[in-house]
């Protein structure tokens, strides 16, 4: 039986110039690769180029040593550049609080086969969810979290992440504000999950908000985190309608399903590189 040949994703992003697109396909053509499918974009009021090409390499043993040599061959033309390589399964952390509906989501996703990553450990600030955790077969580490602890209880965190070579924290309705120094010294992404449409009822309680001033939609916003609360670059939003007749427990109960199918989708986004961010925005390939 034959083996699928491996896969290398390439992200490549830089000052936009002639022949960037006819340079990528031939180093890879150069290099006995076939491409199945490539993506570009033109931001044409700030001049830069991103790019997203997937191609096949014949000999899967050579894939990391491609993978580094198309790196060096992204640098020498001006672009920022990340491979990836089909099969590498990046180590994924979960931060929860006491909603659920996310984590069992995202949980029952990567069970099902979904995502290409292992679920490593889940991290809380409660204990609401360990025996749960426990059935799903994952470490689950209870780190409380209080004004007084939270350099304590981050430097706990980073270390777990740091430990399980976590390359990619989900914030699945983790209900505390990572601190710029948690961010800084994770130094990889972060994806939170926020219950409004932003730039929309950014912080606490949107649902109130919203239903305060009578909005006709809500909706649910995935980013990654960074240290300006709710301010992140974009990757997805979903919305539903309402009306006046709804209450806040209404608006709960449809951002729930919102969040979940938004948080969802920006996870597989990022899992298959499929996202580009820059300045403080996003660009995601199909």
Not at 32 to 47: K, L, P, S, T, W
Not at 48 to 76: H, P, Y
Not at 173 to 178: F, S
Request: with cysteine; charged share 25%.
């Amino acid at each position: 039986m034959t083996s699928e040949p491996k896969r290398l994703v390439a992200l490549l992003s830089g000052p936009d110039q002639k022949g960037l697109v006819s340079k990528v396909s031939s180093w890879i053509f150069d290099n006995g690769g076939n491409i199945i499918h490539a993506d570009q974009h033109r931001d044409a009021e700030a001049g830069v180029f991103f790019q997203r090409v997937e191609w096949s390499v014949g000999n899967e043993n050579e894939a990391e040593q491609v993978a580094q040599d198309f790196q060096s061959f992204g640098d020498s033309i001006g672009m920022k550049t990340k491979v990836a390589i089909s099969g590498d399964k990046p180590k994924v952390a979960i931060f929860v609080s006491k909603f659920d509906h996310c984590f069992h989501d995202l949980i029952l996703r990567w069970k099902a086969g979904e995502y290409p990553c292992e679920i490593a450990l889940i991290i809380s600030n409660h204990k609401d969810l360990a025996e749960v955790a426990q059935s799903y077969g994952i470490a689950y580490h209870h780190i409380p979290v209080s004004k007084a602890n939270k350099p304590d209880a981050e430097a706990e965190q980073l270390a777990l992440l740091k430990k399980e070579g976590i390359d990619l924290v989900i914030m699945a309705r983790y209900m505390q504000i990572l601190s710029s120094i948690f961010l800084d010294t994770f130094g990889k992404p972060v994806i939170n999950i926020h219950h409004s449409f932003l730039p929309a009822f950014a912080g606490a309680r949107p649902y109130h908000q919203a239903h305060s001033k009578g909005v006709k939609l809500i909706g649910a916003t995935a980013h990654y985190a960074t240290p300006d609360l709710d301010q992140g670059p974009i990757i997805h939003q979903d919305v539903a309608r309402i009306t006046h007749r709804n209450s806040v427990e209404d608006l709960v109960r449809k951002g729930r399903d919102l969040e979940k199918l938004t948080l969802a989708q920006a996870v597989r986004w990022h899992l298959e590189n499929r996202i580009l961010v820059y300045e403080n925005k996003t660009v995601v390939f199909d």
